[in-house]
């Protein structure tokens, strides 16, 4: 058994042994238990099922998986494992996911952290906004919808003054004089 599933059940075994009354399992693992059974029915429920009932007549075997997954996703918030139960029925139609593979697709629908919050550094500025002359429409600029309004646009951006890179205005020129041969 690896190291991790111990550590879930090692977390799990002291409330496991209280008698788990039904406010201890949390709402939203009671919502992924209902949503899987109701999508894979009784070969998800046959899995934990013992037979056994508690003084709630709950079958014991359910209540103890629903406190291993319970402290297994505590980790995720509830929009995470929401998220999660949707994509077990689409990634496993035909059988129910374990718990290892339930927590796989948790830590696939979980939000991504930047470089600068996993490892606690300030968040970085926010980067500059495009030049307002790169964004509007130069002055002399005219479209004319005749596939050289690029061109035009960088000639007029030209003679307001703009600077413009050597290659871009070579082409802009070019595809001007093409259009009068």
């Known amino acids: 058994m690896s190291e991790a599933i111990a550590d879930i059940i090692d ?7 209280q008698q788990a009354e039904p406010a201890s399992i949390s709402p939203v693992i009671k919502q992924l238990f209902q949503l899987l059974h109701g999508a894979y029915g009784g070969a998800f429920i046959a899995k934990f099922a013992t037979g056994e009932k ?12 629903m406190i291993v997954w ?8 509830a929009e995470v494992i929401e998220a999660a139960a949707q994509r077990a029925t689409e990634q496993h139609p035909d059988f129910p996911p374990h718990l ?5 697709l948790c830590k696939a629908a979980a939000p991504r952290k930047t470089y600068a919050e996993q490892h606690g550094l300030p968040p970085s500025k926010a980067l500059p906004k ?3 002359a790169a964004l509007r429409n130069p002055a002399g ?32 020129r070019e595809a001007m004089e093409a259009a009068h041969r």
Not at 54 to 65: F, L, N, T, V, W
Not at 100 to 104: I, S, Y
């Open 11 to 17: 977390r799990a075994q002291p409330a496991a042994r």
């Open 54 to 65: 508690d003084a709630a007549g709950k079958d014991r075997g359910i209540r103890s998986a």
């Open 70 to 77: 319970q402290s297994a996703l505590a980790k995720y918030p």
């Open 100 to 104: 290892p593979q339930f927590e796989a």
């Open 130 to 132: 495009p030049a307002e």
């Open 141 to 172: 600029f005219e479209p004319k919808n005749d596939g050289r309004d690029w061109a035009r646009r960088i000639l007029a951006r030209k003679a307001a003054g703009e600077t413009i890179n050597g290659c871009a205005l070579r082409m802009a």
